[in-house]
């Protein structure tokens, strides 16, 4: 594989704009020698490298702001070829996964989320280049 497309959702938090969680993945995707393919109508064009991210607010029982959480969750999406009598179908499958969690006040839980997620996509460039040797 040496081309995908690249998803990101993000869901509860809006101080990182989605074109800065996708300029990060896709740089260090291009250093690897991956070609991210361009932005389609469905942005789940395999193979996909998706980011889901998933935040809100925790709060006591007196609705005082306590702090903020994130999620997150970065998977390698493939269609797998599966042969059923003489046909071949394709399944879809996450074949590679990263996630984590951190909670803390809102003042520090961007850049948390932001040191997470790019230290999950240097996980997978990593994992990538290992069975990728000639990248």
Not at 101 to 116: P, Q
């Amino acid at each position: 594989i040496n081309e995908m497309s690249v998803s990101i959702n993000v869901e509860g938090i809006s101080d990182i704009p989605e074109s800065t969680y996708r300029a990060d993945v896709e740089r260090r995707l291009n250093a690897a020698g991956i070609k991210v393919l361009p932005q389609t109508a469905n942005p789940r064009t395999y193979p996909c490298l998706s980011l889901d991210v998933d935040a809100g607010f925790i709060r006591a029982k007196n609705e005082s702001l306590l702090g903020t959480f994130y999620t997150w969750h970065l998977m390698f999406w493939q269609l797998i070829p599966q042969k059923i009598g003489s046909q071949t179908v394709y399944i879809r499958g996450a074949t590679w996964m990263e996630s984590g969690w951190n909670w803390g006040s809102l003042m520090t839980i961007v850049s948390a989320l932001h040191a997470d997620y790019i230290g999950g996509v240097d996980e997978f460039v990593n994992d990538y280049k290992k069975v990728n040797v000639s990248h």
